[in-house]
């Protein structure tokens, strides 16, 4: 019988054993990265640094990014001051810090806010965001806007929309690619809705370069001009559902410091912490116009009925839990939270009132999403 001396043992043991942790490591590591946003910036004055020039990157992998010029900001898609950085066109551009991870035939979504600011459009193929590659053919990575229709743009090959943007106008955009030839894996999104589309140059499988990413610009002869926010990448294909979510959920967010210095007076969020208790009929208060203001109130009912506020674990704005108020009991009656404080409405002006709402089924009622009684005159 052939035995092994214990050192003779030992060594493939523990190359078997390294082996294993190695592989579990790999594997780990990619569970880690698959399916999530890989860059997450707003251009907003809010997310930048100035003494650094640095854009903070919300998607958790720290791919900020570096403003080549001291940025310079603008009105953003909802009037909200400094709300979005504006472009030159000749020399501004955000340059990311680490590569992105997307190569080869790759598969990812890119989706930003844009809008050209100039009289007509560039023919020469204008980027919003892409990677900072080369410029090899069928190699780079960008969102381009030849003559204004945007582009998957892999250099000299892409996929590009049969229709162009209309200049000075905020466009939600996304891209889909997934692995394949660039014609049967290509998607383009305006405003949430898949628009159609053409191969230009080869249609063949794209081999990415990794490379960080670029902001405002291709190359130093193809730049944007005009304004982006909300870029984001993701490494795998939003569905269409998805794009429509984003796109939804984007055009909706508003910054609440530039909603109350442009005439705020009234907003209450309804949102609440799921890891609170609730369990009395009462729903929370939180008044963001003047930020100090932070109250639970019970529901008022009549009509022989009872009111109960709850949580609602989804289907909340971008799914956050929120109490819902409803009535119970079989009175004909209603219920609903009383402020009981005084908003200032003058004459003569106009006003906006607005809600997210969704009905769990339809049927005929009569009643108010929000009202408000106006008193003696004092």
């Known amino acids: 019988m052939f035995r092994l001396k214990k050192k003779q043992l030992f060594f493939p043991v523990v190359a078997v054993i390294s082996v294993v942790v190695m592989v579990f490591f790999i594997s780990y590591s990619l569970s880690q990265t698959a399916n999530r946003a890989v860059l997450d910036i707003s251009l907003s004055s809010d997310n930048y ?7 903070t990157d919300r998607s958790g992998l720290g791919n900020d990014g570096i403003s080549a010029n001291n940025a310079t900001f603008t009105t953003g898609r909802y009037g909200s001051i400094d709300g979005t950085m504006s472009f030159n066109g000749t020399s501004d551009y955000v340059l990311g810090n680490s590569n992105l991870g997307i190569y080869g035939n790759a598969e990812f979504t890119m989706s930003a806010w844009v809008y050209w600011e100039d009289i007509s459009w560039s023919s020469n193929y204008p980027s919003a965001i892409g990677n900072n590659s080369t410029g090899l053919v069928n190699r780079g990575l960008s969102m381009t806007f030849k003559d204004g229709r945007p582009a998957i743009d892999f250099w000299n090959n892409r996929y590009r929309a049969n229709n162009a943007l209309n200049v000075r106008t905020w466009y939600h955009v996304t891209v889909v690619k997934t692995p394949g030839l660039i014609g049967s894996t290509s998607k383009i999104y305006v405003n949430g809705i898949q628009v159609s589309g053409t191969v230009e140059g080869s249609n063949v499988a794209p ?4 490379a960080p990413f670029v902001i405002g610009r291709l190359d130093a002869t193809r730049w944007f001009k005009g304004k982006i926010e909300g870029v984001r990448i993701y490494n795998y294909a939003l569905s ?3 794009v429509e979510n984003l796109y939804d959920s984007e055009r909706s967010v508003m910054s609440l410091s530039s ?3 442009d005439g705020l007076i009234g907003h209450w969020s309804m949102d609440v912490n799921k890891d609170d208790e609730y369990t009395e009929n009462i729903a929370p208060y939180v008044d963001y116009s003047n930020r100090t203001y932070d109250q639970e109130y019970t529901p008022s009912c009549w009509g022989g009925d009872t009111g109960v506020a709850y949580y609602y674990e989804d289907g909340g704005f971008n799914n956050l839990p929120y109490k819902k108020l409803i009535k119970t009991g079989g009175g004909t009656g209603g219920c609903y939270l009383d402020d009981n404080r005084y908003l200032t409405i003058e004459d ?4 906006i009132i607005s809600a997210y709402m969704k009905a769990n089924r339809v049927q005929a009622f009569s009643g108010h999403l929000l009202n408000i009684n106006r008193g003696a005159d004092n």
């Open 49 to 55: 640094e100035s003494s650094t020039k640095t854009f």
């Open 207 to 210: 081999d990415i370069i990794d």
């Open 240 to 242: 269409d559902e998805e």
């Open 259 to 261: 909603l109350a210095s």
């Open 348 to 351: 003569n002006k106009t006003y």
